[in-house]
């Protein structure tokens, strides 16, 4: 059944230089293509397709993302004529296949046999068919099922010379991650008794003398479901766990199955890395042979390119530094946004190169040919509705020849000397209900430091906080809410070895179980910080409180006055030094930004939310630290990162953003 | 099932192809209730009175020239208190006390609101929406459409009443049940899901037929049963097949008119026994309030077209809306008379802010209804609930009552009414249309489309208000209506277009039409699939114009048009437009498809067809729609100003009546000759009308 306890112990190891190629699939240039759904046209456009895609330059699909009632049109009754047309006509074209098993889209045949896998939502709601994803991830019938068209899948393919990749299902924790009917309890209860052992450990864990929730026996517990007032929160951390947990071993299943059958062919699943909360990807990242993302940009957001290269340098970084697969983006606009705002004349273009500047080997859509109905017939395509005369599938043509010469880039990879950690658990944690303030968001705190980092042409890794960290000179915590303490006893060796570490509030403040680190806030860093918390003073909304240069400076630095929002503290120094104070405010007079130099290196700690510019300059001062470069006189209009290669070969990308 | 035939032929949409009238003057066009006067009146709720409030209440409804009545609209459980069980003694006084005042009977079915027993003893037959809530009682329209206990429960109780009033003289007209369609219209319960899979078969005969209306091949959905096909209830996305959902749509307004058809047919059996079949039987609708129901189709099983009216309070110039509901009820009448069945004479209760109407205001609604074509204004309701769900709803007589501003503005309207007898049977005739279509409301508003701001009811009243300060008077037409008989029509939004209709609009322009049409209008075909190689699609070498790409703006983006310089603005949408034979008439001057033309003007045949490819500000729209209107010949009065309203009703002796209704603070004048009705007064070249006042000249 599911994963079992133990989690974050060991996550994502760098990747040498040379290992990708054992991960990558059989391609002699860049990856180019998109998501391919012939069912949905008549055979005699199939041709078309193919001769279309040598026009662009395509070298790979993925088929088969949603074939799944077409392959097995009855149980048992498997039809694969049409996919081996497909295939073939693929293969004569020199296209290779990126083969999908059909799993995210169960058929109608199938609900109707099994309506008890119809998932159900934690408000008690049994979600229907007619749509995709429907499926609890703990019916034994539905794994079955799966289980069953993947090894038909792989019995017949996987010595096929057009197939070289697997996409396992189709964006694992979207739209469905949990599932709360009586399959998933027994699941969770399983899962629990296997983390746990015993109920006192499990008691523990959970703080059930809160509230008298105290368990008594295995069956007693319950999916978090909605209740009266807030479940346990150590209670729901662990749902999420075991949430994510099922769905890998959904993947894993599928993966050993075509494995089995040769193990030459690298095996993925398409993550959304920055989007998808329910999925703990580092732990995804080290099943799969590569990393594969679909990213899509938030429609005319002015940051929309900077949200693009953090979700592009997180996808590197799951990866280990080696080179990724852009699975899945947009020609240009997407169907699902409120304001589906087309991308601009050059902008897919951009898009593509900036994904690859960040180490993508492969710049593939969503999807080949637009569909003419279902819910994604207003998502652009390579082939739009309106054919090849048009602006789309000229810039796809011309992609497909600029990738062609930007192929010497292939494996090389990009260096980065600052990283910014990123936990799926603190995330979790941290958006449960009852906190001090529903503005302290997790992504929000990501994309704040990001973005500067950004601005500055600091080029970041992601990692995880219980990783080895010394190859960075800089790492930043924009949001480690929980922290473990082993993790912080490795953020404390890093800045003892000479690292210079960036805190923000409301990280390590509690443990595994979501229980706080007493005796000061906060907890698992007051030390490595040099300073103690006694209450946090949250704001309300719309407040803004001044910040300033401390009087003890001794003005060796440009003075500072800028305004925090959303949360302060009243910061006692405990060995670290004050940089910029509250004015004003509920902690007026205390330390805001403080500096504490520990072993070789410095903790920096930041108790508000700061202003763009003000925290732009506590990050210059933190990199000056740490001897990284940071860049203010180059444009922030400008994007700058250079992959090398194996040999030394340097490619610079320069990507100029004031087009859009 | 034959009713979905019916629906299609009566709406001029067979699946042959051919078109026709959307609302033709139906056979029974004669049928109106026997009244020597236009209608006055309201809903009439006896049974929440005692017995001696009744005979007030019918000396008060003399005061005022109330000649007509709507009686027993939620009176089930007085009329059946347990299974089976008939007191009609109540009513058999009321009808009784009525006539002898001579007053008339619309006698309603009660079948909005099931009695309390019946949905105890009956607990499946409760509502089930498409997030699974069970939806309970206490409350009205607690009904299952597809529920057998329920139809056959609904078809004994108007069988009872008609055998009982059939032949009562007080009784002219038979209201059936009230406000089909809301609150509930949909129902997702296990018996709605199999009369869905039954209406599925009937409509595509082969689950192949099926699998390819719907694309199935999309994220693997095909059917190998028709059991598979469930209710399109909630799913894991924000939306499922919108075609599934465009047919659950299309299947909800079909089985609510077969019940209204059942109960029709009980009553007409018993009127025809009777010797009077000349009674007309009808049922209230909601246009334009009601997305579920297809009212074209509706229309056409109705005797005459009923209609209940309510200004959105906060609306400012909410009377352009209530214009927009009487040409649109006069439109699904079928150009004859109609029934304005319910207003207020004040405020409402179920709206945020239920903002009461100032003096004169009533006044002015309910003529202006009948302005445009109403033979009869009515009310909810006459006298003010005590308690209940609706007791802070304005009635005729109110909390206060008599000594009351609102009651005396009733018996003055009674009066203005009576002096308007010469008007009966005359009718409002218009030379431009704007389209109207159901399935389009339904299809566009699905969940992934290009911009939320994509709404069908906007773009309908953002024109119609352009055309009404120009005093263009308008009908509504179904986009498969024979147009010929208009010199403009205007296509607000009609995202889904057949590609019949799309033949019918190239014929009007061919034969010498002018035709506007809006963005993101023939886009799609009956089963929600893209005409594919260039937007519009269906309608692409009519406009002369090709898209291949839609640019919505964000929420907060204002977009200038223009030429060389800006002279308008735009906001929500936006298209590459390329010419393919039209001529620019404005540029995009900034934004995503700037130096783009934004609306075209495409020479075609002996007409024109304009494309309007953005959401321009008012007054921008208003210029455009003056040049199309010179191009169709077509009076564009931008001199008067647009707070006076000027309609005219024509009586089949050509006599004109001029309604000058002024909603400006200032007295206005309008050329005119003749004798105002309400007053008596002569004008001679110029009529005069007082801020706030109506007057209605018989034209010398």
């Given at each position: 059944?599911?994963?079992?306890?133990?989690?974050?112990a060991?996550?994502?190891?760098?990747?040498?230089?040379?290992?990708?190629?054992?991960g990558w699939?059989?391609?002699?240039?860049?990856?180019y293509?998109?998501?391919?759904?012939?069912?949905?046209?008549?055979?005699?456009?199939?041709?078309e397709?193919?001769?279309?895609?040598?026009?662009?330059?395509?070298?790979?699909?993925?088929?088969?993302?949603?074939?799944?009632?077409k392959?097995?049109?009855?149980?048992?009754?498997?039809?694969?004529?049409?996919?081996?047309r497909?295939?073939?006509?693929?293969?004569e074209?020199?296209?290779?296949v990126?083969l999908a098993?059909?799993?995210?889209?169960?058929?109608?045949?199938?609900?109707?046999?099994?309506?008890?896998?119809?998932?159900?939502?934690r408000?008690?709601?049994?979600?229907g068919?007619?749509?995709?994803?429907?499926?609890?991830?703990?019916?034994?019938?539905?794994?079955?099922a799966?289980?069953?068209?993947?090894?038909?899948?792989?019995?017949?393919?996987?010595?096929?010379?057009?197939?070289?990749l697997?996409?396992?299902?189709?964006?694992?924790?979207?739209?469905?991650?949990?599932?709360?009917c009586?399959?998933?309890?027994?699941?969770?209860?399983?899962?629990?008794?296997?983390?746990?052992?015993t109920?006192?450990?499990?008691?523990?864990?959970?703080?059930?003398?809160f509230?008298?929730?105290?368990?008594?026996?295995?069956?007693?517990?319950?999916?978090?479901?909605?209740?009266?007032?807030?479940?346990?929160?150590?209670?729901?951390?662990?749902f999420?766990?075991?949430s994510?947990?099922?769905?890998?071993?959904?993947?894993?299943?599928?993966?050993?199955?075509?494995?089995?059958?040769?193990?030459?062919?690298?095996?993925?699943?398409?993550?959304?890395a920055?989007?998808?909360?329910?999925m703990?990807?580092?732990?995804?990242?080290?099943?799969?042979?590569?990393?594969?993302?679909d990213?899509?940009?938030?429609?005319?957001?002015?940051?929309?390119?900077i949200?693009?290269?953090?979700a592009?340098d997180?996808?590197?970084?799951l990866?280990?530094?080696?080179?990724?697969?852009?699975?899945?983006?947009?020609?240009?606009?997407?169907?699902?946004?409120?304001r589906n705002v087309?991308?601009?004349?050059?902008?897919?273009?951009?898009?593509?190169?900036?994904?690859?500047?960040?180490?993508?080997?492969?710049?593939?859509?969503?999807?080949?040919?637009?569909?003419?109905?279902?819910?994604?017939?207003?998502?652009?395509?390579?082939?739009?509705h309106?054919?090849?005369?048009?602006?789309?599938w000229?810039?796809?043509?011309?992609?497909?020849?600029?990738?062609?010469?930007l192929?010497p880039?292939?494996?090389?990879?990009?260096?980065?000397d600052?990283?910014?950690?990123?936990?799926?658990?603190s995330?979790?944690a941290?958006e449960?209900?009852?906190?001090?303030?529903?503005?302290?968001?997790?992504?929000?705190?990501?994309?704040?430091?990001?973005?500067?980092?950004?601005?500055?042409?600091?080029?970041a890794?992601?990692?995880?906080?219980?990783?080895?960290l010394?190859?960075y000179?800089?790492?930043?915590?924009?949001?480690s809410?929980?922290?473990?303490?082993?993790?912080?006893?490795?953020?404390?060796?890093?800045?003892?070895g000479?690292?210079?570490l960036?805190?923000?509030?409301?990280?390590?403040?509690?443990?595994?179980?979501?229980?706080?680190?007493l005796?000061?806030?906060?907890?698992?860093?007051?030390?490595v910080?040099?300073?103690?918390?006694?209450?946090?003073?949250?704001?309300?909304?719309?407040?803004?409180?001044?910040?300033?240069?401390?009087?003890?400076?001794?003005?060796?630095?440009?003075?500072?006055?800028?305004?925090?929002?959303?949360w302060?503290?009243?910061?006692?120094?405990?060995?670290?030094?004050?940089?910029?104070?509250?004015?004003d405010?509920?902690?007026?007079?205390?330390?805001?930004?403080?500096?504490?130099?520990?072993?070789?290196?410095?903790?920096?700690?930041?108790?508000?939310?700061?202003d763009?510019?003000?925290?732009?300059?506590?990050l210059?001062?933190?990199?000056?630290?740490?001897?990284?470069?940071?860049?203010?006189?180059t444009p922030?209009?400008?994007?700058?990162?250079?992959?090398?290669?194996?040999?030394?070969?340097?490619?610079?990308f320069t990507?100029?953003?004031?087009?859009? | 099932?034959?009713?979905?035939?019916?629906?299609a032929?009566?709406?001029?949409?067979?699946?042959?192809?051919?078109?026709?009238?959307?609302?033709?003057?139906?056979?029974?066009?004669?049928?109106w209730?026997?009244?020597?006067a236009?209608?006055?009146?309201?809903?009439?709720?006896?049974e929440?009175?005692?017995?001696?409030?009744?005979?007030?209440?019918?000396a008060?409804?003399?005061?005022?020239?109330?000649?007509?009545?709507?009686?027993?609209?939620?009176?089930?459980?007085l009329?059946?208190?347990?299974?089976?069980r008939?007191?009609?003694?109540?009513?058999?006084?009321?009808?009784?006390?009525?006539?002898?005042?001579?007053?008339a009977?619309?006698?309603?079915?009660?079948?909005?609101?099931?009695?309390?027993?019946?949905?105890?003893?009956?607990p499946?037959?409760?509502p089930?929406?498409?997030?699974?809530?069970?939806?309970?009682?206490?409350?009205r329209?607690?009904?299952?459409?597809?529920?057998?206990?329920?139809?056959?429960?609904?078809?004994?109780?108007?069988?009872?009443?008609?055998?009982?009033?059939?032949a009562?003289?007080?009784?002219?007209?038979w209201?059936?049940?009230?406000?089909?369609?809301?609150?509930t219209a949909?129902?997702?319960?296990a018996?709605?899901?199999?009369?869905?899979?039954?209406?599925?078969?009937?409509?595509?005969?082969?689950?192949?037929a099926?699998n390819?209306?719907?694309?199935?091949?999309?994220?693997?959905?095909?059917?190998?049963d028709?059991?598979?096909?469930d209710?399109?209830r909630?799913a894991p996305?924000?939306?499922?097949?919108?075609?599934?959902?465009?047919d659950?749509?299309?299947?909800?307004?079909?089985?609510?008119?077969?019940?209204?058809?059942a109960?029709?047919?009980?009553?007409?059996?018993?009127?025809?026994?009777?010797?009077r079949?000349e009674?007309?039987?009808?049922?209230?609708?909601?246009?334009?309030?009601c997305?579920?129901?297809?009212?074209?189709?509706?229309?056409a099983?109705?005797?005459?077209?009923?209609?209940d009216h309510?200004?959105?309070?906060?609306?400012?110039?909410?009377?352009?809306?209530?214009?927009?509901?009487?040409?649109?009820?006069?439109?699904?009448?079928?150009?004859?008379?109609w029934?304005?069945?319910?207003?207020?004479?004040?405020?409402?209760?179920?709206?945020?802010?239920?903002?009461?109407?100032?003096?004169?205001?009533m006044?002015?609604?309910?003529?202006?209804?009948?302005?445009r074509?109403?033979?009869?204004?009515?009310?909810?309701?006459w006298?003010?609930?005590?308690?209940?769900?609706?007791?802070?709803?304005?009635?005729?007589?109110?909390?206060?009552?008599?000594?009351?501003r609102?009651?005396?503005?009733?018996?003055?309207?009674?009066?203005?009414l009576?002096?308007?007898?010469?008007?009966?049977?005359?009718?409002?005739?218009?030379?431009?249309?704007?389209?109207?279509?159901?399935?389009?409301?339904?299809?566009l508003?699905?969940?992934?489309?290009?911009?939320?701001?994509?709404?069908?009811?906007e773009r309908?009243?953002?024109?119609?208000?352009?055309?009404w300060?120009?005093?263009?008077g308008?009908?509504f037409?179904?986009?498969?209506?024979?147009?010929?008989?208009?010199?403009?029509?205007?296509?607000?939004?009609?995202?889904?277009?057949?590609?019949?209709?799309?033949?019918?609009?190239?014929?009007?322009?061919?034969?010498?039409?002018t035709?506007?049409?809006?963005?993101?209008?023939?886009?799609v075909?009956?089963?929600?699939?893209?005409?594919?190689g260039?937007?519009?699609?269906?309608?692409?070498?009519?406009l002369?114009?090709?898209?291949?790409?839609?640019?919505?703006?964000?929420?907060?983006?204002?977009?200038?048009?223009?030429?060389?310089?800006?002279?308008?603005?735009?906001t929500?949408?936006?298209?590459?437009?390329?010419?393919r034979?039209?001529?620019?008439?404005?540029?995009?001057?900034?934004?995503?498809?700037?130096?783009?033309?934004?609306?075209?003007?495409?020479p075609?045949?002996?007409?024109?067809?304009?494309?309007?490819?953005?959401?321009?500000?008012?007054?921008t729209?208003?210029?455009?729609?003056?040049?199309?209107?010179?191009?169709?010949?077509?009076t564009?009065d931008?001199?008067?100003?647009?707070?006076?309203?000027?309609?005219?009703?024509?009586?089949?002796?050509?006599?004109?009546?001029?309604?000058a209704?002024?909603?400006?603070?200032q007295?206005?004048?309008v050329?005119?000759?003749?004798?105002?009705?309400?007053?008596?007064?002569?004008f001679?070249?110029?009529?005069?009308?007082?801020?706030?006042?109506?007057?209605?000249?018989?034209?010398?």
């Open positions: 059944m599911a994963g079992t306890g133990g989690v974050t060991g996550y994502g190891a760098q990747v040498p230089y040379g290992a990708e190629r054992a699939p059989r391609l002699d240039g860049i990856a293509g998109g998501d391919y759904n012939p069912e949905q046209w008549p055979e005699e456009v199939w041709t397709d193919v001769a279309l895609m040598r026009e662009a330059g395509v070298n790979l699909v993925s088929l088969g993302i949603f074939s799944w009632v392959l097995e049109p009855e149980p048992g009754k498997f039809e694969f004529g049409w996919l081996d497909i295939i073939d006509l693929l293969h074209g020199g296209i290779a990126d098993t059909p799993t995210a889209a169960p058929p109608a045949w199938f609900l109707k046999a099994h309506p008890d896998i119809r998932p159900v939502t408000d008690g709601k049994v979600l068919g007619a749509s995709r994803q429907t499926y609890c991830p703990h019916a034994p019938e539905y794994i079955a799966c289980n069953r068209i993947a090894e038909q899948l792989a019995a017949r393919y996987s010595d096929h010379p057009a197939v070289v697997w996409h396992i299902h189709n964006e694992y924790g979207c739209h469905v991650a949990e599932c709360y009586p399959a998933s309890v027994t699941a969770f209860q399983e899962w629990a008794q296997a983390r746990y052992r109920l006192d450990a499990l008691n523990e864990a959970w703080g059930t003398a509230w008298g929730q105290t368990i008594t026996a295995w069956d007693e517990i319950d999916a978090p479901r909605e209740a009266p007032a807030d479940v346990n929160h150590a209670q729901r951390l662990d999420a766990r075991f994510s947990a099922s769905m890998l071993e959904l993947f894993k299943a599928q993966r050993d199955i075509v494995k089995a059958h040769n193990p030459a062919i690298p095996v993925t699943t398409n993550f959304m920055v989007l998808n909360k329910p703990d990807l580092w732990s995804w990242a080290r099943e799969v042979d590569l990393v594969s993302d990213h899509y940009t938030t429609a005319g957001s002015p940051v929309r390119h949200e693009l290269s953090m592009a997180l996808c590197r970084s990866a280990g530094g080696a080179p990724w697969l852009l699975m899945e983006h947009s020609t240009g606009a997407v169907n699902w946004q409120p087309a991308k601009l004349p050059g902008e897919m273009i951009r898009n593509s190169l900036a994904h690859l500047a960040r180490g993508a080997d492969g710049i593939m859509y969503f999807q080949w040919r637009a569909s003419r109905a279902g819910t994604e017939k207003y998502h652009s395509a390579m082939v739009p309106a054919g090849t005369d048009s602006r789309i000229r810039d796809v043509v011309e992609l497909g020849r600029q990738l062609r010469e192929r880039v292939r494996g090389a990879r990009v260096e980065a600052t990283a910014v950690l990123f936990d799926w658990e995330w979790w941290l449960l209900d009852s906190r001090p303030s529903v503005d302290v968001r997790f992504l929000d705190m990501q994309f704040a430091y990001y973005e500067q980092l950004w601005r500055a042409h600091v080029t890794d992601f990692a995880h906080q219980s990783m080895d010394s190859r000179r800089l790492v930043v915590v924009p949001q809410y929980v922290l473990r303490a082993e993790e912080a006893a490795n953020l404390r060796r890093y800045v003892e000479g690292g210079t960036v805190v923000s509030y409301f990280s390590g403040i509690v443990d595994e179980n979501d229980a706080v680190h005796g000061g806030y906060p907890g698992a860093l007051r030390d910080l040099g300073v103690r918390v006694d209450e946090f003073l949250p704001l309300a909304a719309g407040q803004s409180v001044a910040v300033h240069s401390a009087a003890d400076t001794g003005g060796s630095e440009a003075e500072v006055a800028g305004s925090g929002t959303v302060s503290e009243p910061v006692e120094l405990r060995g670290a030094e004050a940089v910029l104070t509250y004015a405010g509920p902690a007026a007079g205390h330390p805001a930004v403080t500096r504490h130099q520990l072993g070789e290196g410095q903790a920096w700690y930041v108790s508000t939310r700061l763009p510019a003000t925290l732009r300059e506590i210059r001062r933190a990199a000056a630290d740490a001897g990284v470069e940071f860049d203010t006189q922030d209009t400008l994007e700058s990162v250079r992959r090398v290669s194996a040999d030394g070969s340097v490619h610079p990507l100029d953003h004031t087009a859009g | 099932m034959t009713l979905q035939v019916e629906r032929a009566a709406a001029g949409r067979a699946a042959d192809g051919a078109t026709g009238p959307a609302a033709s003057p139906r056979p029974s066009a004669a049928r209730p026997r009244l020597d236009l209608a006055y009146g309201a809903d009439y709720n006896p929440q009175w005692p017995q001696e409030v009744w005979v007030e209440d019918v008060l409804m003399r005061e005022a020239g109330v000649n007509l009545i709507s009686l027993g609209i939620f009176s089930w459980a009329l059946e208190p347990e299974p089976g008939f007191e009609f003694g109540w009513l058999d006084r009321v009808v009784g006390l009525l006539h002898e005042a001579g007053i009977v619309d006698l309603a079915t009660p079948t909005a609101a099931a009695p309390a027993w019946f949905l105890a003893r009956y499946h037959v409760r089930v929406t498409r997030e699974g809530v069970v939806l309970g009682g206490s409350a329209q607690t009904y299952c459409p597809h529920a057998s206990e329920y139809r056959a429960a609904c078809r004994q109780i108007a069988e009872q009443l008609a055998a009982r009033y059939a009562h003289p007080a009784v002219v007209m209201h059936v049940h009230n406000e089909y369609g809301a609150p949909e129902c997702y319960c018996v709605s899901a199999a009369a869905f899979r039954d209406w599925l078969r009937a409509r595509y005969g082969s689950l192949d099926l390819a209306a719907w694309t199935t091949s999309f994220w693997g959905q095909q059917y190998s028709w059991e598979q096909i209710a399109p909630r996305m924000a939306d499922v097949n919108p075609t599934h959902r465009l659950f749509q299309r299947f909800t307004s079909d089985s609510l008119l077969e019940l209204y058809t109960e029709r047919d009980v009553i007409r059996a018993q009127t025809t026994a009777a010797g079949a009674v007309p039987i009808t049922t209230n609708l909601q246009l334009i309030n997305k579920s129901l297809d009212f074209w189709a509706w229309a099983q109705t005797d005459l077209a009923a209609n309510y200004l959105s309070a906060e609306r400012p110039d909410n009377h352009i809306e209530l214009a927009l509901c009487a040409d649109f009820t006069r439109s699904v009448g079928g150009g004859g008379p029934l304005l069945m319910e207003h207020s004479t004040s405020a409402v209760s179920w709206q945020p802010r239920n903002l009461a109407k100032r003096p004169g205001e006044r002015r609604n309910s003529l202006a209804h009948v302005a074509g109403a033979d009869g204004a009515l009310f909810f309701q006298r003010a609930s005590r308690g209940g769900g609706e007791k802070f709803h304005s009635a005729m007589v109110p909390h206060g009552g008599t000594r009351s609102i009651w005396r503005e009733v018996v003055s309207l009674g009066a203005d009576a002096a308007l007898r010469p008007l009966q049977g005359s009718t409002t005739v218009a030379d431009a249309a704007l389209l109207w279509d159901w399935e389009s409301w339904w299809a508003e699905h969940a992934f489309r290009p911009s939320v701001d994509l709404e069908f009811k309908q009243l953002a024109y119609y208000e352009a055309l300060r120009a005093h263009v308008v009908d037409a179904h986009p498969s209506a024979d147009l010929s008989q208009y010199r403009m029509v205007v296509v607000p939004q009609m995202y889904l277009c057949r590609e019949e209709w799309a033949e019918n609009l190239r014929r009007y322009v061919r034969g010498g039409g035709l506007v049409v809006s963005y993101f209008s023939g886009i075909d009956e089963h929600d699939s893209v005409h594919l260039g937007y519009p699609g269906a309608l692409r070498d009519l002369g114009v090709l898209v291949e790409e839609f640019l919505p703006l964000r929420a907060d983006w204002t977009i200038g048009l223009g030429g060389g310089e800006t002279i308008g603005t735009a929500v949408w936006a298209e590459d437009v390329e010419l034979g039209a001529e620019a008439v404005l540029t995009y001057a900034d934004g995503p498809a700037e130096g783009k033309p934004a609306v075209t003007r495409h075609y045949g002996d007409g024109h067809a304009w494309y309007v490819s953005t959401r321009p500000d008012a007054e729209l208003r210029e455009i729609l003056r040049l199309a209107a010179a191009d169709a010949g077509v564009f931008t001199e008067t100003p647009d707070t006076l309203e000027l309609v005219r009703r024509k009586a089949s002796d050509d006599t004109s009546y001029l309604f209704i002024n909603h400006g603070q007295e206005a004048a050329a005119a000759s003749g004798v105002d009705l309400l007053t008596g007064e002569a001679i070249g110029s009529v005069r009308i007082p801020a706030g006042s109506v007057r209605i000249v018989r034209e010398a």
